[in-house]
């Protein structure tokens, strides 16, 4: 396989010569990204930053996008997967379905400090605050762009997006038309398959239907043999786009999925000496339905409205969760002048869950339903035009946990010329309690190896615990020079306060019949933490259809011992990941990958890891494409357990296969 890769890196590097002698006919056919300059890149339309379009490159926030044609070059299994390319985001693969993905710090497998959002639906659990990745699925060919903000962004997202906000948005119907079916087959990956149609009615209704099929081989233990932790998961949905008027689009999105888990965490029972390893197999199964209605009263002013509903039936020893949450949310803009604009708005959010009780494991009381009302105000004011721009904002909510929270910031844009832009912000946002934080009742792990009597140490929530709070101070550079090169780079300061951490031990508590001990920690707001760092991303051009690009992370900070999840001990301190993207004809790309993180303390050894893909377009509507991920070695681990045991992630190679007729009527710039 060495050898083979080697052979495509000679022919790349003799491409340029071959790209300068193909035909007059050749040279009129559709070039791939990899030849788009990189102004035109700068210049995609983003909303996360400020929930209005605006171009990345004047963004006021340390925002990264990954297109849809990045996603397709890049080989990518899953969003996660993809997330890896991020600057400033650490993204590890734990086992088959479970992934840990977080920004500046504090990394578990469940990622409470940011937002994930799918077309301004929330998927971010209430109740355990964080995220399921194995259940956020969109088929990748329909993601129009990934928005990816580090950093505070509660003012105009709400609480919990802490480190920030990662906003998943898919393409509309109209540019998903006519029939599309992709197959991947993977050598210790996995196998998945897609079926998608579009179509229209008349010239204003788009639609598309599809459905999904993944299965996802386990990963091994140290000694190479096949861990219990495969997954699978099924889905279908649909989204209709109809333009109602010259003014008004409404779109309705719905989907429903069903997936079974196998994984085998530690249990405890009083009556046993040890932990006991149980089969944790489950069927986990939801969907939602989602609608927009925007309205555009002039240039000037235009509004949206959104609700959804979204359903979780979730059964595992650990992650039961039976929950419902629905959300309408409502925001205005308007611009007074072309140099003055307010955006405001409103939202309800609604969830409630129910839990099951075991020895190990219960919520008190058992079914809880949590409403949060909000509203948010944003002045934009250009003070001098194409020269500094101003934000300031503030977000107020009420929630049943803490009563009412406010998250202001200031964002400031300095573009002295259209090569360099300097962007500073100061923010204050919160992560406000959840369903563990107040009710849960976990006796962690057994303290003495064999009984009589087992002792367990109980952890146990309190409804007294106050939200965690982030005082951020960021500090951003943008560069472009002659469509060649480009620089991002962002540094960071975050003062955190009322993290939440664990108590000293308690007097025992003993039970009789059974006959165990309880050893109490509760949990507890801790003082003053911080983390620090410095992102960087870089973008180079050496030549026509040949673009290079390279991320930086630095991350340093500190922590008291008792904080749940410490704030930068879990974390590397270098990360690198580069890319390599290669027209070698106009048909055939080759794509490379490498990602580093350094050694974890006494946790992790360092991640080194190559990834290479080869993709062609043999005939018309037809895509093929080989990856070979992980070359460098056999297998490898990546995360840190804390639930569940972490696997190794073997090499994999994966053959994908793509038909789609009307591609080339399909294509669209995000």
């Known amino acids: ?61 340390a925002i990264f996008v990954i297109t849809g044609e990045d996603i397709r070059r890049g080989g990518f299994s899953s969003v996660p997967d993809a997330l890896r390319t991020v600057p400033g985001l650490y993204v590890v693969q734990q086992s088959s379905h ?27 659990s209430p109740t355990f605050g964080g995220v399921f990745w194995d259940v956020q699925d969109p088929p990748l060919e329909d993601i129009d762009r990934i928005e990816v903000i580090r950093g505070p962004a509660g003012t105009l997202w709400g609480a919990d997006a802490m480190n920030g906000v990662i906003n998943i948005i898919t393409k509309q119907a109209a540019k998903t038309q006519g029939p599309q079916t992709v197959a991947s087959v993977g050598v210790n990956e996995g196998y998945a398959g897609r079926v998608r149609y579009g179509g229209q009615i008349g010239d204003d209704f788009s639609y598309r239907i599809y459905g999904t099929s993944n299965d996802w081989l386990p990963t091994v233990n140290a000694a190479g043999a096949a861990n219990y932790d495969s997954w699978s998961i099924t889905q279908g949905g649909t989204r209709l786009d109809w333009a109602v008027t010259p003014k008004d689009t409404v779109t309705f999105d719905g989907e429903g999925y069903s997936g079974r888990i196998r994984d085998v965490p530690q249990i405890l029972v009083p009556t046993s000496g040890v932990a006991l390893e149980e089969d944790s197999s489950g ?25 959804y509903c979204d359903w979780t039936d979730r059964l595992g020893l650990i992650d039961t969760e039976y929950r419902n949450t629905c959300d309408i949310e409502f925001q205005h803009r308007y611009s007074f002048t072309p140099r003055h604009t307010v955006t405001w708005g409103g939202s309800i959010l609604t969830s409630g869950d129910t839990w099951d009780e075991s020895f190990s494991l219960s919520i ?7 409403t949060t009302y909000g509203s948010f105000l944003q ?16 977000k107020l909510d009420h929630n049943g946990y803490t009563g009412f929270e406010y998250q202001p910031q200031v964002r400031a844009v300095w573009t002295p010329d259209k090569k360099n832009t300097l962007w500073a912000a100061a923010s204050r946002a919160v ?31 309190d409804s007294a615990v106050k939200s965690e709070i982030v005082h951020a101070f960021e500090l951003g ?54 983390t620090h760092g410095l992102e960087v991303f870089v973008k180079y051009v050496p030549m026509r259809r040949w673009n290079l690009s390279a991320g930086i992370t630095e991350l340093r900070g500190a922590s008291p011992p008792g904080t749940g999840y410490p704030a930068v001990a ?86 994908k296969a793509i038909w789609e007729p009307g591609e080339s009527a399909n294509k669209s710039t995000p």
């Open 1 to 61: 396989m060495a050898k083979g890769f080697a052979c495509l890196l000679a022919v790349s590097a003799l491409s340029p010569s071959m790209a300068g002698q193909q035909s007059s006919q050749d040279s009129a056919k559709p070039v791939d990204l990899a030849s788009i300059s990189i102004e035109d890149l700068m210049n995609i339309q983003v909303t996360s930053a400020s929930k209005k379009a605006e171009s990345l490159s004047a963004a006021p926030a």
């Open 98 to 124: 479970v992934w840990q993905v977080t920004a500046r710090g504090f990394s578990n497998e469940y990622n409470d400090k940011m937002l994930v959002l799918i077309d301004g639906r929330l998927v971010y």
């Open 283 to 307: 069927v986990v199964k939801g969907g939602h339905l989602l609608g927009q209605w925007k309205h555009s009263f002039s240039d000037r002013s235009d509004t949206d409205l959104l609700g």
């Open 364 to 370: 008190e009381p058992p079914y809880k339903r949590e």
């Open 379 to 394: 002045y934009d004011v250009i003070l001098a035009p194409d020269l500094v721009r101003l934000v300031a904002g503030v």
């Open 431 to 461: 992560r406000t309690p959840n369903r563990i934080d107040e009710g849960l009742v976990d006796r962690i792990f057994q303290i003495n190896p064999a009984p009589p009597p087992p002792e367990f140490i109980l952890y146990s929530g």
């Open 477 to 530: 550079y943008r560069y472009e020079w002659k469509q060649k090169f480009s620089l991002d780079a962002a540094a960071y300061y975050n003062d955190y306060h009322n993290l939440a951490g664990l108590s000293p031990p308690g007097d025992p508590i003993i039970n009789p019949s059974p006959f165990y001990i309880d050893i109490p920690v509760t949990v507890i707001n801790e003082p003053k933490a911080q």
């Open 570 to 655: 879990d974390n590397p301190l270098h990360e690198v990941n580069a890319q390599s993207k290669l027209d070698v004809t106009h048909f055939v790309n080759f794509d490379a990958s490498y990602f580093y993180n350094d050694a974890i303390t006494h946790l992790l050894a360092p991640l080194n890891r190559v990834d290479a893909g080869l993709s062609t377009k043999p005939i018309h509507g037809f895509t093929l494409s080989v990856w070979g991920k992980n070359l460098q070695q056999s297998r490898h681990v990546e995360a840190i357990p804390t639930a569940y045991l972490a696997g190794q992630i073997r090499r994999a190679v994966v053959f």
